[in-house]
């Protein structure tokens, strides 16, 4: 099956937050309330009840004056996420329609996720000692319905279907957009981590919109991964084996070599 | 078939540990091993029946933390109580010199039982203070990680990062030399008598002689010659 993904336009989107109170709504997350901040940002940052969120960025530009950016934040869905190469309990996996969804389940809490995660997304659920995040509605899309989130979007911000399609979108939208009077305006999630199943037609550079212009997996995790955890382990059952190796050799050689040796009085050839 | 040496009261013995680095030592053995089980769950696939001894993931993990807190509080006993033992301790692995070397590289034959002649030790013999830099750096390692990790919030993230793979690296290598000290320092015929030199804090005065040559010279001999004396 072909990937499955949202393409977010934000040059369309008019921040109302109807995906957030969509998201809220299907998946039963309770209210989250936050002191105000000095502008419109509902949050900060996605939580454990909060699995997606629009970001109000104010930016200043000498030429264009001042802007006013909105992004839809929420877990991007990489095609290869380091969540799941780091979660000790298999609780991540792709569907083959390319969600990275997380079964609360097999989650104990540990977050190694949430650190691995290039946008930090995976968030911790304290009352349950879980870790949650946005689960693409996969079990909307299961059952041939398109994510909360897209299905509300009145702007027609946010338009779920087939990757390449949508890939093919951005690109003329973005050309056009470049043409009429926004430059800089860009595509993100085509190439950045090998690709990411939500694509954003940005009408900036990513760093206008607050994320990472080159995201990248942390060097420590393929090496924790791939090098540490499958192999560097094997040195305990080597120390165990090679001391039931000598508790059998040096009793052996101390029969052979000393049958007039007390027992105990190793002191000959002892060196500990 | 005899695992340890037997005690022995009626031969002339000598200290080798006080009590406080004794305590800590043993402190440090249960929590240690405590940490060390409970963290495994997590460290090895598929380890959902060692989780289960400690009342499933989440006791694991509190078991984790309460010892990890009591392994933490034994440094500090250490340091508080005995800080001139640790002193002294740091002082004899700086003098790893020849007689150590000769003493790494001989080893392999008197673990497996063969009889070697070594050159006279210090107080820690070339393998004791190999093992005594490695456990408590990466033991010290462990607890910064840790820490960090359990306090994700107020750390960085990237230092945050760095602690998971860090933990888990120093867990292998301390428990790498834990397992090979348990043994040496219990049932290792030829080392055998300095597990009473922690458990009770004594060795056998010609052990000590015969194994720890310059450190019974630089401590006892004097007092020896002043008793014939």
């Not at chain 2, 005995?82 to 001989?106: A, E, H, T, Y």
């Amino acid at each position: 099956m072909a990937y499955m993904t949202n393409l977010y336009d934000s040059s369309k989107c008019t921040a109302c937050r109807g995906c957030m109170i969509a998201c809220k709504e299907w998946n039963q997350l309770p209210a989250v309330m936050e002191p105000f901040k000095g502008n419109y940002s509902t949050h900060d940052d996605t939580n454990g009840d909060t699995f997606t969120i629009i970001k109000f960025m104010e930016e200043e530009d000498p030429v264009d004056g001042i802007r006013w950016n909105f992004i839809k934040f929420n877990c991007f869905h990489c095609l290869d996420p380091a969540c799941m190469k780091v979660c000790p309990q298999q609780a991540y996996s792709k569907t083959e329609w390319g969600a990275t969804i997380h079964d609360p389940d097999k989650c104990i809490g540990c977050q190694y996720c949430t650190y691995a995660c290039p946008f930090h997304i995976p968030k911790y659920r304290k009352r349950e000692d879980k870790i949650t995040k946005c689960t693409f509605c996969a079990d909307r899309v299961a059952e041939g319905l398109t994510p909360a989130c897209a299905r509300t979007c009145p702007a027609n911000a946010l338009k779920f279907g087939d990757r390449a399609e949508l890939l093919a979108e951005a690109e003329e939208r973005v050309k056009f957009l470049r043409t009429n009077g926004f430059p800089r305006a860009t595509i993100y999630g085509k190439l950045e981590l090998g690709g990411l199943n939500n694509i954003y037609v940005l009408t900036d550079t990513p760093d206008k919109f607050g994320l990472p212009v080159d995201p990248h997996i942390p060097k420590q995790i393929p090496f924790w991964q791939d090098w540490v955890q499958p192999w560097l382990g094997w040195l305990i059952p080597l120390a165990l084996a090679g001391s039931a190796t000598s508790f059998v050799t040096t009793r052996i050689l101390a029969n052979k070599h000393a049958g007039h040796e007390e027992p105990g009085e190793h002191v000959e050839r002892g060196h500990e | 078939m005899q695992l340890v040496p037997e005690y022995r009261e009626d031969l002339e013995r000598v200290e080798r540990f006080n009590l406080v680095a004794r305590v800590t030592h043993w402190g440090h053995t249960v929590t240690f091993l405590l940490c060390l089980f409970t963290g495994l769950v997590l460290f090895v696939d598929g380890a959902d029946w060692l989780a289960a001894i400690f009342g499933g993931y989440g006791g694991a993990g509190l078991i984790h933390r309460i010892a990890a807190v009591f392994l933490t509080l034994f440094i500090v006993f250490f340091v508080v109580f005995d800080f001139k033992g640790i002193i002294n301790w740091i002082k004899d692995l700086l003098r790893f010199g020849k007689n150590d070397i000769i003493f790494v590289m001989k080893f392999p034959l008197e673990f497996l039982g063969f009889p070697v002649k070594i050159p006279p030790q210090t107080r820690f013999n070339g393998g004791e203070k190999g093992n005594s830099m490695v456990t408590p750096t990466m033991v010290i390692l462990l607890v910064i990680s840790g820490y960090i990790m359990w306090f994700p919030s107020i750390f960085p993230a990237g230092l945050v990062r760095v602690a998971y793979p860090t933990h888990d690296i120093a867990m292998v290598f301390a428990t790498l030399m834990v397992c090979m000290h348990g043994y040496l320092g219990s049932f290792h015929p030829g080392s055998g008598e300095s597990f009473w030199g922690m458990w009770k804090g004594t060795v056998r005065k010609d052990w000590a002689q015969h194994h720890h040559a310059i450190w019974y010279e630089e401590t006892y001999a004097n007092k020896d010659k002043e008793e014939e004396a």
